[in-house]
């Protein structure tokens, strides 16, 4: 088993994922057998998912498929109603903090403070990474957003607020990213901009999971898509 650090303040005890890369083509995650029951409906059965450092792996499907079910069952988030999920070759439930350590999960809301600005979100996020400072102004800048760091996000459009959730993606240190529909709402320089940026990740040796209803523009060294047929 990989070790983990921890780090204990007055206030909280925090696990500090082991830094990537690790060697490309490393098994990361996989689910057996998986099989998810939404109101009496069999969204998926016997279904096998793997992914490997430096992979992406796109999950696809038309609306209700299960796409997010199962995005949220490989985060941890839910229980398949049968089936196995693995971490780095040990059972999930065995290494359930090390995974949450090393995982990046995204869902389809924002999960931005919208009563806050887009700088204290951030400063929120950098605190719960156990990152270092580092230049905020010129990250939002970087995303679009100059001119805008001081106002609560709520007043943000839909677009920017989404450009505030994922810019927690430029300083995270976490090796898997699942991502629910990460380009929703955002026009076409900033989709260029995050699968660029996905790019640099995969070739860190980190690994991604997304759902999209959009075309991927960027061609990934290694990527693979899952289509989940839509069950009556
Ligand atoms: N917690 C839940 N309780 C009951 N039903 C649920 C739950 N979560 C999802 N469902 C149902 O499961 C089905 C699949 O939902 P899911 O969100 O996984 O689909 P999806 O493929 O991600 O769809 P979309 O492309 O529209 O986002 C839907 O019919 C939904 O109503």
């Known amino acids: 088993m990989r070790p983990i650090f921890i780090i204990v303040d007055s206030q909280s005890v925090v696990i500090t994922p082991q830094p990537f890369p690790v060697n490309p083509g490393q098994l990361i995650l996989q689910g057996t057998a998986l099989s998810c029951i939404r109101q009496d409906r069999v969204l998926f059965e016997q279904l096998n998912v793997s992914v490997q450092a430096g992979e992406l792996v796109q999950i696809a499907g038309k609306n209700g498929a299960g796409k997010s079910s199962l995005l949220r069952i490989l985060a941890g988030l839910a229980q398949p109603d049968d089936g196995q999920l ?16 090393n995982l990046c999960y995204i869902g389809h809301q ?18 719960a990474s156990e990152v270092d400072q580092a230049d905020d102004f010129a990250l939002l800048a970087k995303l679009g957003l100059a001119g805008l760091e001081d106002i609560p996000c709520r007043m943000l459009s839909a677009g ?24 929703t709402a955002l026009d ?4 260029n901009m995050l699968q660029q940026h996905f790019v640099e990740h995969l ?3 980190g690994a991604i999971v997304i759902t999209t209803h959009q075309a991927l523009s960027v061609s990934f060294p290694h990527q693979t898509t899952l289509e989940l047929a839509y069950r009556w």
Request: glycine fraction near 4%; avoid cysteine; hydrophobic fraction near 40%.
């Open 203 to 205: 070739q860190q040796g």
């Open 110 to 127: 924002s999960g931005i403070h919208e009563q806050l600005t887009a700088l204290e979100n951030i400063s929120f996020w950098r605190a």
């Open 86 to 101: 693995g971490y780095q070759q040990h059972s999930l439930s065995d290494v359930a903090a090390e995974y949450a350590a």
């Open 160 to 183: 920017q607020q989404r450009r505030v959730s994922l810019a927690r993606l430029w300083f995270t240190r976490r090796q898997l990213w699942i991502l629910d529909e990460p380009f």
């Open 188 to 191: 076409q320089s900033a989709i």
